[in-house]
């Protein structure tokens, strides 16, 4: 689908484009504006946030004929998008990774990021299984269930965004980096706040400009300000925008963890306090996210490690309860009189590979679900967790927020095709209103998992391992499952 939206874009840069003023040399082409100061440099689009998904987004507009003459400003203090991101293959893998879903690599792809990635340390997996502490039900699911190569690869942050820098570098491209935070905003609009110690004021007479003071007392203008500045997004507080949202009273551990043999299989286990999540990372390394409730979190990542390591152990095998029987989905098990058809007679219950080694350091952070209520206004839109956090128990976080870059550089794109300013909100709202579906949807399902698997109550027991078996066993809704978390937009009972 993406290939067919650039080669239609190509067609349309091959005719005659509407006129429109792209920035040069860092000055805008509105000079004669009331306000205009040209000693301030002024942008097509600022991008707010110069991590994983701000970056992404760059490189998007960087690969497209019509978004790849855009002057664009990256405003954002971390050191590395002008040293670069230190890796050294021979230390163990950062525990913050990100499980990468083949839609995303195929867009990665496209851009040209997903070579830099394959030069570094990445783990593709074709293999997962999930199951319940009650030892009632399992799901296996396996790529070629769903006619795919792989079911996602886990890829460390920090190989990702060295990878997403390296793209931009290789492209032809304008931009200039700044190594600063954002202060205020300032446009000729009342929703705007402006910060009570800013020394200057609202600007006037500038129109689709506006200006972003930064906490070096530098400024610049822009068309079109993208917050990419994750969770606590100063761009969103500033513009205004309301969220809704709720804490699940729930920490997560993560960390970098050492087996005897190489991991090849996603592992996830829903215990009483929460799931634990067992992912490849490359040789024998695997990553571990553990949710929990905060004393608990807390006591974990005090503890010494070889007690962690037996604790983790014991969560990935007997612990809390037995394991899934397979005897239990066959005749006269307490299921049998689901009807089902089988995908694969041989996909029995497995046991996760033994954690020998704890080889990073433990760290925690809460748990919350954020929607944005809406994510743009004139000259300003939201992408990645400025507008939305999830749940990390299946993995979807940063894939929305890639879904949101590469989306949103798509509509830009559309929008210069027909020649419409790129700050317009009737452009922005297309993207809005394409995104929210995709990422409400998600939402959902995952606040669904956590609520449902939350409560140890009997007879909802019963219905979670029903689920599992129609899951495991049921062809259409296990292809449905997996294109679904794959990145295909489609809900698994629609596919």
């Keep these: 689908m993406n290939r067919l939206i650039r080669r239609k874009f190509g067609e349309v840069y091959r005719l005659k484009v509407p006129q429109r003023n792209f920035c040069a040399n860092g000055a805008a082409t509105n000079s004669a504006q009331p306000g205009y100061d040209s000693k301030i440099g002024h942008y097509?689009?600022?991008?707010?946030?110069?991590?994983?998904?701000?970056?992404?987004?760059?490189?998007?507009?960087?690969?497209?004929?019509?978004?790849?003459?855009?002057?664009?400003?990256?405003?954002?203090?971390?050191?590395?998008?002008?040293?670069?991101?230190?890796?050294?293959?021979?230390?163990?893998?950062?525990?913050?990774?990100?499980?990468?879903?083949?839609?995303?690599?195929?867009?990665?792809?496209?851009?040209?990021?997903?070579?830099?990635?394959?030069?570094?340390?990445?783990?593709?997996?074709?293999?997962?299984?999930?199951?319940?502490?009650?030892?009632?039900?399992?799901?296996?699911?396996?790529?070629?269930?769903?006619?795919k190569e792989v079911l996602g690869c886990v890829v460390e942050n920090r190989v990702l965004l060295s990878s997403l820098l390296s793209c931009l570098q290789s492209a032809d491209f304008r931009k200039t980096i700044y190594p600063s935070r954002l202060l205020t905003l300032h446009r000729n609009s009342s929703?705007?706040?402006?910060?009570?110690?800013?020394?200057?004021?609202?600007l006037h007479?500038?129109?689709?400009?506006?200006?972003?003071?930064?906490?070096?007392?530098?400024?610049?203008?822009?068309?079109?300000?993208?917050?990419?500045?994750?969770?606590?997004?100063?761009?969103?507080?500033?513009?205004?925008?309301?969220?809704?949202?709720?804490?699940?009273?729930?920490?997560?551990?993560?960390?970098?963890?050492?087996?005897?043999?190489?991991?090849?299989?996603?592992?996830?286990?829903?215990?009483?306090?929460?799931?634990?999540?067992?992912?490849?990372?490359?040789?024998?390394?695997?990553?571990?996210?553990?949710?929990?409730?905060?004393?608990?979190?807390?006591?974990?990542?005090?503890?010494n490690g070889d007690e962690f390591i037996k604790d983790v152990n014991h969560a990935l095998d007997y612990g809390f309860g037995p394991h899934p029987k397979s005897s239990m989905f066959g005749d006269g098990g307490i299921f049998s009189w689901l009807k089902a058809d089988v995908t694969s007679a041989s996909e029995f219950f497995e046991i996760p590979p033994k954690v020998i080694r704890l080889v990073s350091d433990r760290m925690m952070f809460p748990l919350s679900l954020m929607h944005a209520n809406n994510y743009a206004s004139k000259n300003i839109v939201l992408i990645g967790d400025s507008a939305h956090t999830v749940h990390p128990l299946a993995g979807q976080g940063v894939n929305l927020g890639f879904g949101d870059a590469f989306a949103l550089s798509r509509v830009i794109a559309e929008g210069i095709a027909v020649g419409t300013d790129i700050g317009e909100v009737t452009m922005l709202k297309k993207f809005e209103v394409e995104r929210k579906t995709a990422n409400i949807a998600m939402m959902a399902i995952l606040d669904g998992f956590q609520k449902a698997y939350s409560v140890d109550f009997g007879p909802l027991n019963i219905l979670r391992a029903a689920a599992f078996h129609v899951a495991q066993h049921v062809s259409p809704l296990k292809r449905g499952i997996i294109s679904y978390a794959s990145g295909e937009q489609r809900l698994p009972l629609f596919s």
């Design 44 to 147: 097509d689009i600022a991008i707010v946030g110069g991590g994983m998904v701000g970056m992404a987004f760059a490189c998007s507009l960087a690969s497209m004929p019509l978004t790849k003459d855009l002057n664009v400003a990256i405003i954002d203090s971390n050191p590395a998008l002008s040293s670069g991101v230190s890796i050294k293959k021979e230390e163990p893998p950062d525990p913050r990774v990100s499980t990468v879903t083949p839609a995303t690599i195929s867009i990665f792809k496209e851009i040209g990021a997903w070579k830099y990635i394959e030069q570094n340390r990445h783990a593709y997996f074709d293999k997962m299984q999930v199951w319940d502490y009650t030892g009632l039900g399992y799901t296996r699911y396996n790529a070629r269930d769903a006619n």
């Design 191 to 202: 929703s705007t706040k402006v910060d009570s110690h800013s020394s200057g004021l609202p």
């Design 205 to 303: 007479g500038q129109g689709n400009l506006v200006k972003l003071d930064l906490i070096d007392g530098s400024s610049l203008h822009a068309k079109l300000v993208v917050g990419a500045d994750g969770s606590k997004s100063r761009v969103r507080e500033l513009a205004g925008i309301k969220t809704t949202g709720w804490n699940y009273s729930q920490n997560a551990i993560i960390c970098t963890v050492e087996h005897a043999v190489e991991n090849q299989c996603a592992w996830q286990r829903f215990l009483p306090a929460g799931p634990i999540a067992l992912l490849p990372v490359g040789d024998n390394f695997s990553n571990i996210v553990w949710t929990m409730n905060p004393k608990e979190a807390n006591d974990h990542k005090m503890m």
